[in-house]
C-alpha cells in the first residue's frame, strides 16, 4: 500500500546501546522574540549569537538536537504555560521572559522520521548521510503541537556535515501494514541516527 504523507519530526525510537529513549535531554533556551514556530519533533540548531536555539535555517548542517516541547510566559493568560510547540514571537524583545527549552541532545538517540515525497529512500542508502528536507522548517501543526519536518529523500551522500545517518528502513520493525512501511514509494518511514550534532563534533559555532 502506498504511504500516506503524515509527517511527525523526529521521533524519539530508542538508544543505540538499547535502552529506553528517556535519557539525553537539555534544557536550553529560545529567544522570547523568534518568529518561527517550533513544533515537537523539530530539529533545532545553536544561535550564531546569544544562549540560544532556534528552527534550522539550513537542513544540511550542525544541529544541537529536537525540540521535546518548552515553557513560555504568555501575555494572553498572564502565567508561565507548557506547551508541546513554541507558537513563536511570545515577547517583542529578546531576554524578555525567553522561552525554556527541553531539546534531546543526545547523539547516540535514534529515531524514526517520514521521508519527503519527492523520492523513494532504499535500503541500499543505509550508511549514506542525510539533510533535513528545506521545505518543513518552522512550519509545525499547532493543533497536534507536532513537527512538520521530513528527511530529505534527494539530499543525501558521504558528506559528514549533514545531519543524520540511515541506519535501517522502519519496515523491518514495524507491524505489516503500518504507514510508512512501503519501501516501493516515496514517503517511507525510517530509522536514523545522528551524525553532526554539536555534542559529537568539535567545531565551535
Given at each position: 500500500m502506498a504511504n500516506i504523507a503524515a509527517p511527525f519530526g523526529f521521533r524519539q525510537y530508542r538508544r543505540l546501546d538499547g535502552g529506553a529513549p528517556t535519557a539525553g535531554f537539555d534544557t536550553l533556551t529560545i529567544a522570547s522574540s523568534d518568529a518561527n514556530v517550533i513544533g515537537t519533533g523539530d530539529v533545532v540548531?545553536?544561535?550564531?549569537?546569544?544562549?540560544?536555539?532556534?528552527?534550522?535555517?539550513?537542513?544540511?548542517?550542525?544541529?544541537?538536537?529536537?525540540?521535546?516541547?518548552?515553557?513560555?510566559?504568555?501575555?494572553?493568560?498572564?502565567?508561565?504555560?507548557?506547551?508541546?510547540?513554541?507558537?513563536?514571537?511570545?515577547?517583542?524583545?529578546?531576554?524578555?521572559?525567553?522561552?525554556?527549552?527541553?531539546?534531546?541532545?543526545?547523539p547516540d538517540m535514534l529515531y524514526t522520521v517520514q521521508c519527503a515525497t519527492s523520492a523513494t529512500v532504499l535500503s541500499s542508502q543505509i550508511g549514506l548521510n542525510f539533510g533535513v528536507s528545506s521545505g518543513t522548517f518552522g512550519g509545525a501543526n499547532t493543533t497536534t503541537g507536532l513537527s512538520v519536518q521530513t528527511l530529505a529523500s534527494t539530499s543525501f551522500a558521504t558528506t559528514a556535515t549533514l545531519p543524520w545517518r540511515l541506519m535501517d528502513m522502519y519496515s523491518n520493525v514495524a507491524p505489516p501494514g503500518t504507514n510508512g512501511t512501503d519501501n516501493t514509494s516515496a514517503g517511507n518511514i525510517v530509522i536514523v541516527a545522528p551524525n553532526n550534532f554539536d555534542r559529537n563534533n568539535t567545531t565551535g559555532i
Open positions: 540548531a545553536t544561535s550564531a549569537t546569544g544562549p540560544y536555539v532556534s528552527v534550522l535555517s539550513s537542513g544540511l548542517s550542525q544541529v544541537r538536537g529536537v525540540f521535546m516541547g518548552c515553557e513560555f510566559f504568555s501575555p494572553t493568560v498572564g502565567r508561565r504555560v507548557w506547551s508541546p510547540f513554541f507558537p513563536g514571537s511570545v515577547q517583542t524583545s529578546s531576554g524578555t521572559n525567553d522561552a525554556l527549552a527541553w531539546v534531546c541532545t543526545d
